[in-house]
């Protein structure tokens, strides 16, 4: 045995991303004990942020953040529909680094290095693909990519 296992590796970073999308969409959604201020704060943060949506336009992005990292973080930990929901996450970290962090810069208390990383691992995991030990591969026929 070579000590490689790439359905072991992809099964550990699924389950590490997902975790952590998990506990950010429940602290969207409820704040504290999980990382965040509850919903209410997040839509006047948007509303603020893109004041062209207006308060409601603010309250259907918090939602729609907060239901896709929640459920997307759930999806990743199953490894259901992974190239779907690593392409959403990636694309919500990336606006989130150019519309929000990208000017406190790169290494900041609240700059967007751990949205880099984040993003970096969604890409690994999307271009490797959910693994073996995931809905998505359990679902694939034998011999597919």
């Known amino acids: 045995m070579s000590g490689r296992n790439p359905g ?3 099964l550990a970073l699924r389950l590490v991303l997902g975790w ?10 409820i704040g504290p004990p999980f990382p965040g201020d509850g919903l209410g704060v997040l839509a006047e943060s948007m509303s603020n942020l893109f004041p062209m949506l207006g ?9 729609g953040m907060m239901l896709l ?20 996450l990636i ?9 929000i962090r990208f000017d406190v810069g790169l290494f ?3 700059g967007w290095e751990k949205d880099l990383i ?15 030990f995931s809905l998505d591969g ?4 034998a011999g597919a990519a």
């Open 8 to 10: 072991a590796g992809l």
């Open 20 to 29: 952590l999308f998990l506990w950010q969409g429940l602290g969207k959604l």
């Open 55 to 63: 308060t409601m336009g603010g309250q259907a992005l918090a939602v």
């Open 69 to 88: 990292q929640t459920l997307g973080g759930l999806m990743l930990i199953a490894g259901w529909q992974t190239a779907i929901v690593t392409s959403l």
């Open 91 to 99: 694309i919500q970290l990336l606006v989130g680094i150019a519309r």
């Open 108 to 110: 900041h208390e609240i």
């Open 118 to 132: 984040e993003a970096t691992a969604l890409l690994a995991l999307l271009l490797g693909g959910p693994g073996v």
């Open 138 to 141: 359990r679902s694939r026929p």
